[in-house]
């Protein structure tokens, strides 16, 4: 648009100027009209180059900022860094602070503890030839433990199911577990016959060993009950117990002072409850025989000990 103005003012001024001038002055302002229009495109072309120029200088400027706000970020992470690092320097310098103080309350305790080296080797002479004795005590009772439980089994599986009774050595103590289809009416404490003949063989070993105690513990399912006799599982489960303890005493003549009743109610389970056999395998009745207490501390008395 702008070479078409200029062309078009050339044309007119020429034309005013034909009317005017002389042939010879024509041609002359012809001439100076075209060089200015040669002039006129290389400063167009020399417009266009710094434009170009320019852009690519504004480009470079952002560019530029962007790397800059990029450092400064950068720079502000490092800062942070550097005083994390401070701080953990100045964390280690106080524990290494506190590790000399320890090292010299160390040297100090070091030289006290020397001084009771021949007290303690003394003190531990005494306490090998009572862990002597605690080991010989214990070996003596897994034998005896052994030895019952093999009875028990012998004289238990004349007639009766595996999965009615169970014996097992269990640290210190030998157990019986009963279940209660074999003992109980259903959902009572009522001894059954069959359990009569089961549990007059057991009293016949019991009594054999009168250096023993024995614990009948009592156990229900999950299942609630409530009826005129029982209250809960609680209730049921010592129920059962004292029925055992009581046939024991009375049906087959173990010393009461010998006997203990328990009830574990619904819990210490030994399956889930959530299928029948589970809770077919947590309703049973365990006999434990284990030694009286007093036995166990004149064990435990240091005065026990062989000089």
Request: some cysteine.
């Amino acid at each position: 648009m702008k070479h078409q103005i200029m062309l078009f003012l050339s044309l007119l001024f020429l034309t005013l100027l034909s009317s005017c001038v002389s042939k010879k002055e024509y041609l002359a302002l012809q001439t100076e009209l075209q060089n200015a229009n040669n002039n006129l495109s290389n400063y167009d072309q020399k417009l266009s180059t710094f434009t170009k120029k320019l852009n690519r200088c504004d480009t470079e400027k952002s560019n530029l900022k962007s790397d800059l706000s990029a450092c400064d970020t950068k720079l502000k992470l490092r800062e942070e860094q550097i005083e994390d690092l401070k701080d953990q320097i100045k964390d280690i310098r106080g524990q290494r602070d506190k590790q000399v103080e320890q090292v010299g309350d160390l040297t100090v305790l070091s030289q006290s503890a020397n001084e009771n080296i021949k007290e303690t080797l003394s003190q531990l002479e005494n306490k090998d030839k009572y862990i002597n004795l605690l080991q010989q005590a214990k070996t003596k009772a897994d034998s005896i433990n052994l030895a019952l439980a093999v009875n028990l089994k012998g004289v238990l599986s004349d007639g009766i199911e595996d999965n009615d009774v169970e014996v097992k050595v269990d640290k210190t103590v030998v157990f019986i577990n009963l279940s209660d289809k074999m003992l109980y009416n259903s959902g009572s404490a009522n001894i059954t016959n069959k359990a009569h003949s089961v549990l007059g063989k057991i009293a016949k070993i019991i009594k054999a060993r009168p250096d023993l105690e024995v614990m009948v513990e009592g156990y229900t399912d999950n299942v609630p009950i409530k009826d005129s006799c029982n209250k809960d599982n609680w209730d049921l489960s010592v129920k059962r117990a004292t029925s055992v303890v009581r046939t024991l005493q009375k049906n087959h003549g173990v010393d009461p002072n010998r006997l203990i009743a328990a009830g574990r109610g619904e819990y210490n389970s030994l399956a889930s409850n959530d299928t029948n056999d589970g809770r077919s395998m947590n309703r049973r009745t365990r006999i434990i025989i284990l030694p009286k207490l007093d036995q166990f501390y004149d064990l435990l008395n240091p005065n026990n000990v062989p000089k």
